[in-house]
């Protein structure tokens, strides 16, 4: 099969065998989704003492695959379209910087204004959805990535994931575009030396 990304590959979308290592190699960065992506999309709301307060499940698999990206200097974005201080908490836990929550779920002119700030190109971004909202924004970038559980709207959009939302999709993500640049061995032992070190 050919790796998505490739000249010829048109507009087939399917899954495939992996990235194209000439696509990896220019994704300086990646925007990810949270409900559905970084979770399993369910939401635990409930009452504490008068207050609103909401919870979301974290895969702990998929936050070493940010800490992958990054350890390769690649910036990482949380760009949803739901405002929650679990998210705020998660990304500061991650020491994501830029976390975009927009209520009206405007994650195009989001990234753009992210990308403007940092001078970066679509075509050299990677951002991993799942569903209606990420729409637009998978329409543009360089690397379109879906969750294996997406809907059909945006399943024909993006390199399609082994794993679901919420259950280490970013994980499996951050290996196949780090195999694909040649760097996941060399991270696998710069990420074991540091933590193999006296502090």
Same mark, same amino acid.
């Given at each position: 099969?050919?790796?998505?990304?490739?000249?010829?590959?048109?507009?087939?979308?399917?899954?495939?065998? &992996?990235?194209?290592?000439?696509? #990896?190699?220019?994704?300086?960065?990646? $925007?990810?989704?949270?409900?559905?992506?970084?979770?399993?999309?369910?939401?635990?709301? %409930?009452?504490?003492?008068?207050?609103?307060?909401?919870?979301?499940? !974290?895969? =702990?698999?998929?936050?070493?695959? @940010?800490?992958?990206?990054?350890?390769?200097?690649?910036?990482?974005?949380? =760009?949803? $379209?739901?405002?929650?201080? #679990?998210?705020? !908490?998660? #990304?500061?836990?991650? %020491? @994501?910087?830029?976390?975009?929550?927009?209520?009206?779920?405007?994650?195009?002119?989001?990234?753009?204004?992210?990308? #403007?700030?940092? %001078?970066?190109? /679509?075509?050299?971004?990677?951002?991993?959805?799942?569903?209606?909202? *990420?729409?637009?924004?998978?329409?543009?970038?360089?690397?379109?990535?879906?969750?294996?559980?997406?809907?059909? *709207?945006?399943?024909?959009?993006? !390199?399609?994931?082994?794993?679901? &939302? $919420?259950? %280490?999709? @970013?994980?499996? !993500?951050?290996?196949?575009?780090?195999?694909?640049?040649? /760097?996941?061995?060399?991270?696998?032992?710069?990420?074991?030396?540091?933590?193999? /070190?006296?502090?």
């Amino acid at each position: 099969m050919t790796a998505l990304g490739s000249p010829d590959t048109g507009a087939e979308h399917e899954r495939t065998v &992996g990235i194209d290592p000439a696509v #990896a190699r220019r994704i300086r960065l990646v $925007g990810l989704d949270v409900d559905g992506v970084l979770t399993e999309g369910g939401i635990y709301l %409930g009452d504490v003492d008068g207050a609103r307060m909401e919870f979301k499940r !974290f895969d =702990i698999w998929d936050g070493l695959g @940010i800490k992958m990206l990054q350890l390769a200097g690649i910036d990482v974005a949380i =760009i949803t $379209g739901r405002v929650s201080e #679990a998210v705020a !908490f998660r #990304a500061a836990e991650l %020491g @994501i910087t830029d976390v975009v929550q927009d209520a009206h779920a405007r994650k195009l002119p989001a990234l753009r204004k992210l990308l #403007a700030a940092k %001078g970066i190109d /679509e075509r050299d971004v990677a951002f991993v959805g799942d569903d209606l909202p *990420d729409l637009a924004v998978l329409r543009v970038v360089g690397l379109p990535v879906v969750v294996a559980n997406c809907t059909r *709207d945006v399943a024909s959009l993006g !390199f399609r994931l082994t794993r679901n &939302g $919420g259950y %280490g999709a @970013i994980r499996e !993500f951050a290996e196949l575009l780090l195999r694909a640049r040649g /760097e996941w061995d060399t991270l696998v032992d710069k990420y074991v030396q540091s933590r193999s /070190e006296e502090a």
